[in-house]
């Protein structure tokens, strides 16, 4: 089973933030925490990993708080195209595979 | 920027056939994976291969189902006799492992219908 628990679904309004929270209490010391997100059905697509420190790429920020158990992916401006399922995983120990869950449906709102 | 490139984007076969899905990983990567998405259900894990060699699978990938990299660009998974529960998208990933991560990119996927 995934490591992490998400919201099912949120709205965001256009040009707004999206803020999409993830549950990560059982997270241990080295483990990753990575975002993908899923349009319709194409592959994932990589949007930001980090471990301890908050990070920002091009695409988004992930904050993630001081004990780990918890992060948030921020989109800053929010599109129509971001609408997509958004996963937020954790890889368990020893292993590279990648345990999806059922993630949180963003729908970007006009 | 290079993606991983899959192909055929979709196939149909019959029941008890064998297929074969293809996978270019980004080249300079050394970890391959193979995951599977029944309609409406989770992306699941099947496989994970380094050095010429299964690193990892899933207790989907059965004795029906064999990976190989038969030159250096391609990366192909074989479904022996296909059932129809094995109708899904089929992706390939790709990732270059460090430091204990491994940050895997995704193909577009093969659409794979078995009839």
């Known amino acids: 089973d995934a490591k992490t628990t998400q919201p099912p679904s949120m709205d965001c309004a256009e040009g707004r933030a999206a803020n999409l929270p993830c549950n990560h209490s059982?997270?241990?010391?080295?483990?990753?925490v990575y975002w993908y997100r899923q349009i319709h059905s194409q592959g994932p697509q990589y949007i930001i990993h980090g471990l301890k420190n908050n990070e920002t790429n091009e695409m988004a920020s992930l904050i993630i708080t001081e004990d780990r158990k918890s992060s948030t992916l921020i989109l800053p401006h929010a599109t129509l195209r971001d609408t997509a399922v958004y996963y937020c995983?954790?890889?368990?120990?020893?292993?590279?595979?990648?345990?999806f869950g059922t993630g949180t449906r963003l729908k970007v709102l006009a | 920027e290079p993606e991983v490139t899959q192909t055929p984007s979709h196939q149909v076969t019959q029941m008890g056939q064998e297929v074969i899905l293809r996978c270019v990983p980004i080249s300079n990567h050394l970890y391959f994976y193979w995951y599977r998405q029944i309609l409406g259900q989770k992306v699941e894990f099947l496989v994970s291969f380094y050095n010429n060699e299964i690193s990892e699978k899933s207790e989907i990938f059965d004795d029906q189902f064999s990976v190989e990299r038969p030159d250096g660009s391609n990366f192909t998974l074989k479904i022996r006799s296909t059932k129809l529960e094995d109708s899904a998208m089929y992706f390939c990933?790709?990732?270059?492992?460090?430091?204990?991560?491994?940050?895997?990119?995704f193909g577009p996927g093969t659409r794979l219908t078995v009839l």
């Open positions: 059982t997270i241990s010391g080295n483990e990753y």
């Open positions: 990933a790709s990732g270059v492992q460090g430091f204990g991560t491994d940050t895997q990119y």
């Open positions: 995983i954790v890889t368990p120990p020893g292993t590279y595979k990648y345990i």
